[in-house]
């Protein structure tokens, strides 16, 4: 079973992706500060990340960044989850090195779709 | 009286009480002295004939001198008087011209300051929107997360009632997230940074996922929504996000404002330096008077169709906002009863 990590401080929009993942047959790790979410990603090395990118202590971008920098880390896709719609917010991720940046509200299948996609799993 | 009446009414418009007052008083000064010398020529001239009946020959040609160099004098005072006039007349206006130069860039200056400060509320405002739409979103994003998980069944079954109140919910939160939306690009616009992102594409693609958008609603009203391209255009250099935006728009309003069971017609036009794109509609038309209201964010000529139909009055100023980013133009040409047609340019660039 596949990990992957949801860094999110909204409580409720946690709840709905964990909802949508597990739904979809994934184990799923939460951190709700950048911190705890960058410190996650390190010890436990998920196969997929969710960041937010507003958080407490650090946020997204930097996490992001963390991430791709770390030598262990760097191979796990990203996937950028986040209420900023800005051309200048979406640039900052990718240049950050998400793979993917998702606008909330989202839609749930869209999620679903894109998590597959960065795994590498079949999609009919 | 009058010229006093004229008078205040300039010291009130300029200010400029000192030299009007000064010139005016002036003028009747020289007018009542004018007078006066007159009556005393008269007289002494008057004298002089009575003198010249009674007298003798040489006493006589001492008087005409007398009295000729008299005249003499009083028209060289005459003529030096006017000359002061003149020069005092044009120091004065040399100082009004002067002071008024002086306000004039006082007042340019004030203009700047203004236009400064407005700019800077502007800015304030668009601001404010964006994170105030961003800020909805937030828990917009939790209220049509839920609610789709119900409607999955993720969470229970759900009877029939319960699946018809959850469509509902979702179909509200959509268009509230599309209003959001909508003042977001309001904002963007008005701060002049709508992000225009040009790149070569088909132009009849783009035109049929605009078409996609407002299908459902076309085949509601039983609305045909026909295609007729210029065959010479195939791809072009343009922003077509942009360009989608700005037909959803038209076709959404063409749709919205015409009668069940009619045609909607999108035709493109290949003319020489840019290209036309029409949307024409056979509804319920705009009055002429009305055409220049349009444009402005807010306005809604029939609200109750409005309303029935969504719409928040902005489209049409965000579709103006669009065009004029990218350098086109959009006109439009209405007869109220017989429909409307909507046309946009595109300028045709060098890759
Ligand atoms: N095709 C049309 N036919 C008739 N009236 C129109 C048409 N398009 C726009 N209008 C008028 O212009 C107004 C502003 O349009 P828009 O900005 O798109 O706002 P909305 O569609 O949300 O009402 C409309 O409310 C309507 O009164
Ligand atoms: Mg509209």
Redesign the pocket.
Known sequence: MKNILIIEDVEDHLEIVKLILEQNGYNILVATTGTEGLNCARTNSPDLVILDVVLPEMNGYEVCKEIKNGTDTKHIPIIMLSVRSNPEDIETAYKAGANKYITKPFNLEDLVKEVKNHLGEEQK | MRTNGENCYLVKKTGLRPFKRCMYCDKNVQDCFGFQFFVVVMGIIGLLLVMFTIRDLPILAIEITIIILLMLSFLGYIASKETNEIVLTNHLLKELNFELEKRVSQRTKELKLVNFDLQKALRIKSDFLRNMSHELKTPLTTVLGYISILSEKQAGDLNEKQIKMLESMKKNGNDLLHLINQLLDLSKSEAGSLGIEEKEYDLNKTISEATVNIEYMASKKNISLLVQSDERISSIFADHERIKQILV?LL???V??SDNNSDVIISTKDEKDHILVSVK?S????DRGDLKY?FEPF????PEI?AKYG???????IVKSLVEAYGGKISVD?HTGKG?V?SFTIPKKKV
């Open positions: 728009n959404s309003n063409a919205k404002f509609d509804g319920i038309g705009i349009i306005k809604q000529l029939a409005s719409g928040t009055g902005i489209g049409l100023s209405s409307s909507f």
